[in-house]
């Protein structure tokens, strides 16, 4: 009982976490919160983090007994895996993306002022994201089975790993919406979160 009520909590904090920044609720926040829209990015990451929090503790005071245990070679590749997918991320995070913008500061920063250019439509297809579209989604899934010890790291995974497939397919719309055409085209031509799964044409 207590493994699906975790499920259930995961998948609650998942489906929350995806319609706080889904088109048609931010949209709706845009029309009500105008200028001050702004803000929405940084209280949508603060919202996620706080309520992230109880839920770990909760997970954490709940986890059985270990189901798996790593011997050699299998604790040198795991640990090799970590460190890549660790990698991945902070590089994906820090230097492929705008991360001022993904944690919702520089929309602060720009707060009150006009734009002075049109969103420009070109696809960044630098570093990781000219192997994978979404290299931060690849290196958590890696990250996440290599830190499966219990039944409880299981269910979790699994919801965890369900949620990031269904929630880059959402993004991927939103992504479509926003660029056109060349989005389409990056797609066609980049795998979305395996490395290497498309053919070069």
Known sequence: MDYLLIALMWAAYCALHSFLISIRFTSLM?????????????????????LLIPLIIYSIQTEGEAIISYSLPFTIIRYVLISISIMIVLKAFFIDYDFLTFLGIRQLFEFGRKKSQEHSNEIKRNGL????????YFGLMIYLWCQTFSLTD???NSVLTIYIIIGTYLEEKKLVLEFGEPYIKYQREVP???PFTKEKG
């Open 154 to 156: 299981v269910v979790i």
């Open 192 to 194: 979305m979160l395996i």
């Open 30 to 50: 845009k029309r009500l919160l105008k200028a001050y829209y702004a803000f929405y990015r940084l209280f949508y990451n603060i919202i996620s983090v706080v």
């Open 129 to 136: 994201l000219g192997v994978v579209r979404h290299p931060m």
